[in-house]
């Protein structure tokens, strides 16, 4: 049985050549991937404070994640200070201005039959997986699923994503199935990710980290939304049969993809999001999978052994 997530079924829609070498030949680049190790930090930290961890706890369990790197120059290093800079004001501003919540699951994994909607049949080929930040429960006793984001748009711009954003369907779909209740929606928590480096002079640094980060979150406390969103998000019904039925889809597409035996190159993702990682090896550059890239263990870094 093969699991199909959010990211792996974006990651085909991008290109199918990426997602077989990422999901299916499980190969990472040994280049440090800063959006995705920025966004582990900060799904710790979160977690941790759902739990009931302090803001300095939150802050530590975060920043612990970033321990393996290890700089191999002096720009890695500033860049990786910058990173612990940016991210520990983040931390530090959501554990102040995040509502409480009810929290009754947090980090929860699921992983649930795929039904073609026409015959209520499962594929035995494919099941739907992935993991949720936490779900809450009202006042009123509804549900709600939490998403908890950075986003490097402004505020604005990240809430006209909430229509079309697939992410919040499929969690909304996954969560009401698997606890057999309807969810009233989902609660979208971001902090905007700010691009402000620390004050330079003639190319030099003028400003400590201590005073950068302490100019940062001062910066962001004075105008709270401008830099943060907690909102809720809804489904409709009709919406979520929609994402039903191309889930469905989507597993017939891969089978035929594997029957063909053919695997498409989408050239026009090669240069987005800051380029393709898999570039060289599609590229054909002699000695790139051995000298560039490391075998996973797991094909889903993100989710336990059992999915
Ligand atoms: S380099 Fe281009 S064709 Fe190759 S996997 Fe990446 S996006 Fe696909």
């Known amino acids: 049985m093969e699991t199909l997530t959010h990211t792996r079924i974006v990651m085909r829609q991008q290109c199918p050549m990426k997602e077989h070498l990422h999901y299916v030949e499980r190969l990472r680049p040994l280049e440090i ?11 710790t930290a979160i977690e941790a404070l759902a739990k009931g961890a302090s803001e300095d706890e939150a802050v530590q369990a975060g920043l612990a994640a970033l321990d393996w790197i290890r700089p191999a120059d002096e720009e890695e290093q500033y860049k990786l200070d910058l990173e612990r800079a940016r991210i520990e004001v983040m931390i530090r501003f959501a554990a102040r201005r995040f509502r409480p919540r009810k929290f009754i699951a947090v980090e929860k994994e699921f992983l649930l039959p795929i039904i073609n ?3 209520g049949r499962k594929s035995r080929k494919f099941a739907l997986g992935g993991k949720v930040d936490a779900i809450a429960e009202d006042e009123d006793g509804r ?19 909430y229509g079309l954003n697939n992410q919040l369907t499929l969690y909304a779909y996954a969560v009401s199935r698997m606890l057999e209740r309807p969810v009233a929606g989902i609660i979208v928590r971001a902090v905007v990710k700010s691009r402000a480096e620390p004050k330079k002079k003639g190319g030099e640094i003028v400003e400590s980290w201590d005073e950068y980060k302490a100019r940062l979150l001062a910066a962001y406390e004075a ?6 969103a907690e909102d809720t998000v809804e489904r409709t019904p009709e919406q ?18 594997t029957k063909t035996g053919v695997i498409r190159h989408n050239t026009a993702n090669c240069s987005l ?14 000695g790139a999978r051995e000298s560039m890239y490391r075998v996973s263990q797991t094909a889903h870094d993100e989710l336990s052994e059992a999915v």
Do not use: M
Not at 33 to 43: C, K
Not at 147 to 159: A, H
Not at 240 to 257: G, I, K, V, Y
């Open 143 to 161: 549900l709600w699923v939490v998403e908890n984001k950075t986003t490097g748009t402004s505020i604005g711009q990240f809430r006209e994503t």
């Open 240 to 257: 979520l049969a929609q994402f039903e039925a191309e889930l469905w889809l989507e597993t017939q597409e891969r089978l035929w993809q």
């Open 223 to 228: 105008e709270p939304d401008k830099y943060l």
């Open 117 to 119: 909607p026409a015959t």
């Open 33 to 43: 991937q800063w959006p995705l190790t920025v966004g582990s930090v900060w799904h």
């Open 273 to 286: 999001y800051g380029g393709c990682p898999f570039r060289p090896l599609c590229l054909g550059v002699e």
